[in-house]
């Protein structure tokens, strides 16, 4: 079976980011914004009365990670990849700061298997190699030499994923399946 550098995504790939920060930002400043609102990436458009600086604040609080939660089957397939053989590296975009509050509280917590070694941080995932990129962000696919699987999500469902060269998934599940089927079937 053929083996497959694999870069996943962390922030709404691997765990659910935006519902703790849009929990935190409603509650800060009495909103009732639903991670459906959430129909563009920039968040400057949906949480109109607020600045930058207090849109981005909440991922500045270390304890902000305590709070995440993994994506249904993220844990148990991106391990299923990796005893399957595949090269997996997470691939994040962070600030210098959330660095080590997302390898501690999320990467040891929920992936222990994934090295920290194996964990990439650039905000030009275009600069990365690998067979395959995992990532719910439209912009880190574009220019990519690597396939592209754009993870559902609200901010990206206006976007036609096929005719830009890339396969919307929706599941772990689903994108294990397709994995196997690229790498000629079950091993
Ligand atoms: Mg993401």
């Known amino acids: 079976m053929e083996k497959l550098t694999i870069l996943v995504d962390m922030d709404d790939t691997m765990v659910d980011l935006m519902s703790v920060w849009i929990a935190r930002l409603n509650k800060q400043y009495g909103l009732s914004i639903k991670n459906s609102d959430i129909c563009v990436w920039d968040l400057m458009q949906i949480f109109t009365a607020l600045t930058k600086e207090q849109i981005y604040a909440p991922l500045h609080d270390p304890e902000l990670w305590d ?22 590296y997470v691939v994040t975009s962070a600030h210098y700061k959330t660095f080590q509050p997302k390898i501690e509280k999320v990467i ?30 439209v912009h880190n696919h574009i220019g990519g030499d690597y ?15 096929e005719a830009n060269g890339m396969i919307r998934v929706s599941s772990w ?13 079950v091993k």
């Open 67 to 88: 709070e995440l939660q993994p994506i249904e089957g993220s844990v148990k397939y991106i391990k299923k990849l990796i005893d399957d053989g595949h090269n997996v």
């Open 147 to 161: 396939r592209k699987f754009l993870m559902n999500a609200p901010h990206n469902q206006n976007y036609d994923a």
């Open 108 to 137: 040891l917590k929920y992936f222990p298997y994934i090295s920290w070694r194996n964990v990439i941080v650039t905000s030009k995932k275009q600069m990365i190699k690998g067979d395959i990129l995992i990532d719910d962000a």
């Open 173 to 185: 599940k689903e994108i294990y399946e397709l994995i196997v089927n690229i790498c000629g079937g």
